[in-house]
């Protein structure tokens, strides 16, 4: 499974910006269950932004409710990321992930699966 990830830029504090994140399988049978944003910023830990399961039960942190908004489109195998009221402390390295699962030989196997990342910049 591979994760293609855009919409990442640099964006004025207060601005918005839109992430997209597409799950492929490459021609392989697959299926996503839980997909969502990290975030890692220079000199910290990777940390969740927001994450939305294939039912569309949502959990995101404190820092971020009431600004960003996960959604999904399950037919699309695709997450988005819906960010408002930037603030320069979201300036970080954006990563889409999924956990799912690829067919093969009689069988499904579940895993964690990463995108490239996408720079958001925050800055006046």
């Known amino acids: 499974v591979q994760l293609q990830a855009s919409g990442g830029g640099l964006v004025q504090p207060g601005g918005s910006l839109r992430l997209s994140c597409a799950a492929s399988g490459s021609g392989s049978i697959f299926k996503i269950n839980a997909m969502g944003w990290y975030r890692q910023a220079p000199g910290k830990q990777r940390e969740l932004v927001a994450a939305i399961s294939s039912d569309g039960n949502t959990n995101a942190p404190e820092s971020v409710k009431g600004r960003f908004t996960v959604s999904r489109d399950n037919a699309k195998n695709t997450v988005y990321l819906q960010m408002n009221s930037l603030k320069p402390e979201d300036t970080a390295v954006y990563y889409c992930?999924?956990?799912?699962?690829?067919?093969?030989?009689?069988?499904?196997?579940?895993?964690?699966?990463w995108g490239k990342g996408t720079l958001v910049t925050v800055s006046s």
């Open positions: 992930h999924a956990y799912g699962a690829h067919f093969d030989s009689g069988a499904y196997y579940y895993s964690d699966y």
